[in-house]
Nanobody, 124 residues
Framework: QVQLVESGGRLVQAGGSLRLSCATS????????MGWFRQAPGKERDFVAG????????YYTESVKGRFTISRDNAKNTVYLQMNSLKPEDTAVYYC?????????????????WGQGTQVTVSS
């Protein structure tokens, strides 16, 4: 059973930066494609960014391209989301997710394991 724990969310002003971390345990981290999703109040949980297990290929939703960067450290069993130039519309609970040997999908149903989420609030 893989466990994921997110951290790093907080209140930040528009234009600021945050780095989210997701520490994993209980599995072979290097074999998991990792994703970040977010859910704003009253909205569905949407894909933000992903990084594949095999090649480290990254992929993003259009609204965060050029502002967010996903990365992974297989030695630390951790995936990161660097968020720059934050906007109020980035406010949401951010979740990390793991997909065993996943091909790199944006569909949340593809991910088997989820963290509990970390709140990011961007003030205008």
């Amino acid at each position: 059973q893989v466990q994921l724990v997110e951290s790093g969310g907080r209140l930040v002003q528009a234009g600021g930066s945050l780095r989210l971390s997701c520490a994993t345990s209980g599995g072979t981290f290097s074999a998991y494609t990792m994703g970040w999703f977010r859910q704003a109040p009253g909205k569905e949980r949407d894909f933000v960014a992903g990084i594949t297990w095999s090649t480290g290929t990254t992929y993003y939703t259009e609204s965060v391209k050029g502002r967010f960067t996903i990365s992974r450290d297989n030695a630390k069993n951790t995936v990161y989301l660097q968020m720059n130039s934050l906007k109020p519309e980035d406010t949401a609970v951010y979740y990390c997710a793991a997909d065993y040997m996943g091909p790199g999908l944006r569909d949340r149903s593809a991910y088997e394991y989820w963290g509990q989420g970390t709140q990011v609030t961007v003030s205008s």
